[in-house]
Each structure stands twice: as structure tokens, then as C-alpha cells.
């Protein structure tokens, strides 16, 4: 069932031939060596949990990091001087389709097949209706057949997926004609938020494109998915290649112990483990939105608890959920054991009022204001409590900005400062700091610690523990197993838009969670599966 | 102007920035040397209080014309009708009050009332409907501008009720006429509510960031919706000081404040609070272009160099502004 071709052993030089490739940021080696071969007409699988050197390993061959003196990279037998200047890499013969897909949403299929021909300036004019029969002479080689003056937004998500997909092979055209080689596709985790349906046409567009002798890197969290559609898959592991396998040969526990590093636990769910009895604190019945089918979840005065998943599996939506902050579908909210209220009612505004503080993952977008200075940042939710007798206390405002500052450990702590003056770890504390000291009865977090350093990680997960220990609840939504594993008293795992798996107390470890996120997906996945 | 500006952080040293202080004050001192410079060119006719008595009484309309155009602005929304709800207003008591025979008290009401009429009907579009505020407001523009010619004919109206003239250009105070006091007044009122009211730091993290706004509990859709009713209201009252100064109500004159209006707005965000529409930028922005176009008109420089004048300044100005701030991204717009 997997690859239509056969990568049978022939005369030709791998597509991509990598050897050593290394790369260390600051004093971290994100990858230790790396090496790996892709096959003419291959369809090659790249796996590995989230930190395993994966997104480094494709941002060196984008030319976006320059990798460690000493590494080797051949291209089609031919050796490719390292670093890749951005770009380089379309000359050569290779193109990538990320996760976003990088479509216009409100230009046509056409515009968008040829939008880097048309923006580059090489003619003078753009010639239509010779511009449409090259489009739909490219979308009717891979039988995939949308109008070319339809627009992106009107597309389903699969059809973007292709249409991104035809595009990055397009674009490798010209490199591929003039040297007469196959070339190389990367696609970057297109299909987490494909219905299972949609998948197939992805696989199906794969082939063909495999079939016309060029190849395909196909990298995603999705087992299933990888062993369905690969001939040979490598395994990355914390920065090493811990291993390849050919895909039709290997079991799905193989890989998830590749993936993983150890044997899995296979016993039965691992629910068992004692919970330490606490006052309900908040209530979710049914919480769901598009991405979330129905989820409920209990969180006890003082808990921790921390939601994961792969990408696509919903987890990061009960935070803004539970916030009133994204559109639901339906569910209800109690606090304290009190009355249920429909999440459809709840605003921002109300969540505030009700005790509840979400510290949301995009902090320059949604989080704090990167041109307004720090003081008003902390005291937005609180502005009023310094109005008094007509007139805003700046003077207090801006002396307890400081005394905040100083708890938080916000260096410098300036408070007139801009928020854009600080770094991203100290810009975090002042919003950390913002709903902190408000003492909220559930703060509501999503990758609090993204783009933070370890330090300023250490210092947030210390202040979280503390508040905790007062009896602050926190909901913590992070792809991130290790700081999980440091801070939560239970960790729910989702796959498929639903909670699977529920780890307590001693049995969260980063190893488990990385574990279970995997073998979640397993169980998950719909009897029919995807393998007959 | 507010203790946000003054006084280091408690744990820091005295630190003082002098290009920041520079930049704060740098329009003004652009000013002062634009009067000396036509001072000492024509130091009989132009250093002379009546002379500027006149100018400041002449541009209160502009001033009231610009601090509305910066609360929507900054809520992030544009509101380019500004300068036809003005002609409408003083339109609207033209026709109510010499041709229908109003009083004036009810009819001056009713102008302001259409102000918030317009700010209301903008931002239904703007808010409700999802329409870029740049578009929805070069719309009533036209509308209005269509209205008013239909109202009065096209002609002007003379003759206005003494009593609003003799409000705002009747009396002096320190040899100015009441008019600019008006202005002055809104712009106290607006750097209050700016700098020391809740509703302030609202308006400001609205126009900043809308979805951090929201996450915080700000409801954002009615700090825009009072945004462009404020600035409505204020370019109506801008109209009525306008019928006032003019004594009569003139169809077609209204629009020609918009631009300038808009470049005071910019430019005012150039100095006192760099970085920030604040009002009295505003209004200090009013009177510089203002000196600059009454010095060049007295030297009898030909029209032309009025407009010149104006976009001139505005370029210059921000340019110089952005310069002195290095690479750091521009706050507004």
C-alpha cells in the first residue's frame, strides 16, 4: 500500500544526500550530525516529536540557519556549498510547502500557481490567457481540477493543501527541466487540520509526483499518515538520526519507540494512579468549537493542569474557550460548584469579571501592546482601580508597576519603558505579572513560555507554583512536554479534537507525555483506519 | 502635562534623553523661529498682537476640526468626514436659522445632534457592517457634501443670528477673540481624558491592538462606536464656530480644512508626545501651519505655496521625527 513506485536500487545519485549536518544555537546543539538520503521517486517520511531538530533541519535546507562548518550536502550527485543563501534552494531544484501554506487567500488559484513568476519582474507584461493554459495544463497533470479564477478563500482546506503542493512543484520546474534531474518537494506538516478524506487526495497528488521521478519529504507527527504514504522514513531524535526504516516493513510500535527512545508501556489506559482529592474549582461540560469535538474537564482549587496533543488535535482551544474568547459550538462553564453557564454567553469582559485571566500564546498579537509603555500593559484588566477623585494616579501606577516589576524580576524595570524595549522572556513576566496580581481564581495559559529563555521559564513556572500553592488554579495549553512535566499536577492528552489520555501525578513524566500524545493517536483514530 | 513624562523610575538614576526632549519640543521651537522669521521681515505688520489675535480667532475651527479627527484616530479608525460634517453644521444653521427662522440655541442643538447623526451612521458601517473606515467616510463625505447643496442651493447663507457671532468673535479676552478659547477649552477637556481617565488608556490599546484589547475586557466596538460620535460631534461644533466666525454659512469652504486638519493631526503627533496623537500637538500643529501660510500670504507669495506649505511641513516633520528615533517602527498609522 505504500509508494506506488519502487525504490528499487538504480545507476542515479540520491535527490538529497545530507552527511553531518549540525547546528548549534548558543550553547544548545539542536542537531548533532545528521544524515540522510532521499531516493529519486521517494516518497521519505521525517519524524520526530517536537524539540527532535526536525523545523532546524528544514530552516537550513530554506537557507533560513546556517548550519555547523563540516556538514556535507549534495544535491542530485552534485555538492552544494553550505550555508544556502535564502532561496537558493528553488535554484537547485527543491521547494517546500509549509504548515500555513503560503496562499493569498484573497487572490485566484491562478494568481497564486504563479505568483512568484509574476512578481518577479522578468517580463514586461503578463500575458492572461497563455497564464490560464499554463495553470490548468499544470493542475490537469495531477488530475486535480479547481478554476483557475476561483479564489483561495473560496477553496476547501484540502484543495488549498493541493493547490500549495502543485504550486511547490511548479516552481521547481524550470531547475528541473534545466538540468534534466528530478527535483525535491518538502512539505512541512500540510495535513493536521485535513478531515481524514482530504488526506488522501494529498497522498494520491504525493504519488503522482513521485511518479514523475522527483521526490517527496513528507514530515509530520502523524504515524498512520507516514507509514501509509512512504517508502523509507528517518527518525530524528534530540538532534541525532535515531534511526530509518522502510515503512512497509515497520510496525507502528517500532516507530513510536524510535520516536520516543524507549519501549512504550503497552498496558491498559493509565488512569488508575490516585488523585489527590480537591475542591472543584471550574467545570467544563462539552466544551467544543470547530476544532474541538465536546471535551469536559474538571479543575480542583490549587491543580495544575496542563493540555497537549499534536498539532491539530485541538488542545490549545479550552483556554480561549474557557475565556469566551474564540467561537464555540457549545458547552457550559461552572466555578465553585456553582450554576452552569452556556460558554456561548461568556466574553472576555465577563471572564474577567468572573475571576478568570488568559495569558494568550501570540504575546505580541493579542497578549500586550509592543509600543505602549510597560506600566500600562501590566494595569490594562485594572485600569479603573487608580481612578480616583477624576484623575488617574500616575504616580501609583507607575510605582506599583515598579514594586511588580522588582517581584517579577523584569530587568530593566523601567515601567515608562515600551513593552518593545524588553526581551521576550521579561516582556512575558510583565504579563505574566499583569494577571498575577490580579489573583485570579483560574489563570488560563497557552505556551506561557514560548520564545522565553530557561532563566525567565524558571522564574514563570516558580511564580505559577506559588500562586498555586495559594490556591490558584491554572489550565496550561503547551506543545511542550518537559515544562509539562515541571509544573503540572495532571496533564490531559489530546488527538482528534478530544481529550484520550489522562496523566496524574507521578506518572507525568516528558517521556510520558511524548508517549502518550503518540500512542493517543492511535487509539484515536477511526476503526476503519487508513491501512486496509 | 502628565507625570508620565516626568520623574525616573524609582530604582533608576536621573537619566534625561535629549533628543526625546528635543523632539518634544522641537515643532515649537520650528514655530517660534517661523515668527521671528517673518518678524524680521516685516516687523511693523506682522509682530503685531492683532495680527496674531486674528490668526488664532481665524483657526479655531481648524483646531476643533483636528482634535476630532485624533480620538478616532486613535481608536485606529479614519475619519475623513470631519470635514464635510463641518459645512453641514454650519449649513444646518444657515438654513434653519435665516431661512426658517429657528432660534438659534435650537438650532445650534441641532447641528451638534447631526453630528452624532453622522459619527453614528459611520460607525455602523465602520463597525457593524465591516467596511474600512477610509472608505466608509469618503462615502458620507459625498453624501454630505450632495446634502448641503441641495439645502442651501449652493449659495451662501448671511446673515446668522448676532447672537452666535457676537459668541464667538464678539468678545476678547487678553485681545483674542472668544473663539479660540472654545477650542482651547476642547483641547483641555480631550488632553484629560487622554492622559488621566480610564477611557483614555482604552482608546489608546484599542487603536494599538484591538484583539489585546479584547482579551482584557475592553469592549472594543463601543470605544470605536464613541470615537466617531466624539468626532462627530466636534466637527459639528467646529461648523457652528465657523458660522460664527464667518457670520454666515458658506456650502463649499468647510472641506478645504480637511487637509490641513489631517496634517495638524500627523504633524501634532511629532511633538509633546511623540509617538502619540495627543491634542495639543494638535493644536500647536494648527497654529505653526497656520503662521506659516498668514506669513507667506502677508509676503504675497502666490496661493500655490500655501498647499506646498502644508504637505511640506507635514513630510518634513514626520521624516525628521522618524529620523530621530533611528529604526524604531513608527507607532501610528
Known sequence: MAGSTSPAARPAPPVLRLDGIAKTFGGARALKGVSFEVAPGEVHGLLGKNGSGKSTLVKILAGFHAPDPGGVMEFNGEAVTLPLKPGDFRRLGMSFVHQNLGLVPSLTVLENLRLSDLTAGRRGFINWSAERRAAREALARFDVAFDPDQRIDRLSAVDRALLAIVRAFEEIRVAREASGKPGLVLLDEPTPFLPREGVEKLFTLMRSIASHGSSVVFISHDIDEVMTITDRATVLRDGDVAGSLVTPEA???????????????????????????????????????????????????????????????????????????????????????????????????????????????????????????????????????????????????????????????????????????????????????????????????????????????????????????????????????????????????????????????????????????????????????TQP | MTDITQAPAPAGGVRVNYARLFERVALIAVWFLLIAGFGAAMPNSFLNWGNFAILFASYAPAALLALAIIVPLTAGDYDLSVGATLTLSSCIIGVLNVWAGLPILLVIALALGAGVIVGLVNAFFIIYVRIPSLVVTLGTTSLMTGIVQWMTNSSTIGGIDNGLVMAVVGGRFLGVPYAFYYAIVAAILMSYVFDFTPLGRRLLFVGRGREVARLNGIAVDRVRVGALVTSGVLAAAAGVLYAGVLGSADPYSGLNFLLPAFAAAFLGATTILPGRFNPWGAVVAVYFLATGITGLTMLGIPLWVTNVFNGGALILAVTISQLTRGREASDIG
Request: glycine share 10%.
Open chain 1, 251 to 529: 510496525t507502528h510500535e517500532q516507530v513510536v519507540e524510535m520516536i520516543v527512545g524507549r519501549k512504550l508501556a503497552r498496558t491498559v489506559p493509565l488512569r488508575t494512579a490516585k488523585v489527590v482529592e480537591r475542591k472543584p474549582r471550574m467545570r467544563l461540560e462539552g466544551a467544543a468549537s470547530a476544532k474541538l469535538k465536546p471535551s469536559s474537564v474538571t479543575i480542583g482549587e490549587g491543580e495544575i493542569v496542563g493540555l497537549t496533543g499534536l498539532i491539530g488535535s485541538g488542545y490549545e482551544e479550552l483556554p480561549y474557550l474557557a475565556f469566551g474568547a474564540r467561537p464555540t459550538t457549545g458547552g457550559t462553564l461552572s466555578l465553585e460548584g456553582g450554576a452552569a453557564m452556556a460558554l456561548a454567553s461568556l466574553n472576555p469582559r465577563k471572564a474577567i469579571e468572573l475571576g478568570l485571566a488568559l495569558l494568550p500564546g501570540d504575546r505580541q498579537g493579542a497578549s500586550g501592546v509592543d509600543t505602549l509603555p510597560i506600566v500600562d500593559n501590566m494595569f490594562l484588566p485594572d485600569i479603573e482601580r487608580f481612578f480616583s477623585r477624576g484623575f488617574l494616579n500616575h504616580r501609583r501606577m507607575k510605582r506599583e508597576a515598579w514594586q511588580l516589576g522588582e517581584t517579577f524580576e523584569v530587568r530593566p524595570n523601567d515601567p515608562l519603558l515600551k513593552l518593545s524595549a524588553l526581551s521576550g522572556g521579561n516582556a512575558q513576566k510583565v504579563l505574566v505579572a499583569r494577571w498575577m496580581n490580579r489573583k485570579p481564581r483560574l489563570l488560563l495559559l497557552d505556551e506561557p513560555t514560548q520564545g522565553v529563555d530557561v532563566g525567565t521559564r524558571q522564574q514563570i513556572f516558580t511564580a505559577l507554583r506559588a500562586a498555586a500553592a495559594q490556591g490558584m488554579s491554572v489550565l496550561c495549553a503547551s506543545s511542550d512536554a518537559e515544562q509539562l512535566a515541571d509544573i503540572c499536577d495532571r496533564v490531559l492528552v489530546f488527538a482528534r479534537g478530544a481529550i484520550c489520555e489522562e496523566l496524574v501525578g507521578a506518572q507525568i513524566s516528558k517521556d510520558s507525555i511524548a508517549e502518550a500524545c503518540y500512542a493517543s493517536l492511535e487509539r484515536a483514530s477511526p476503526a476503519n483506519g
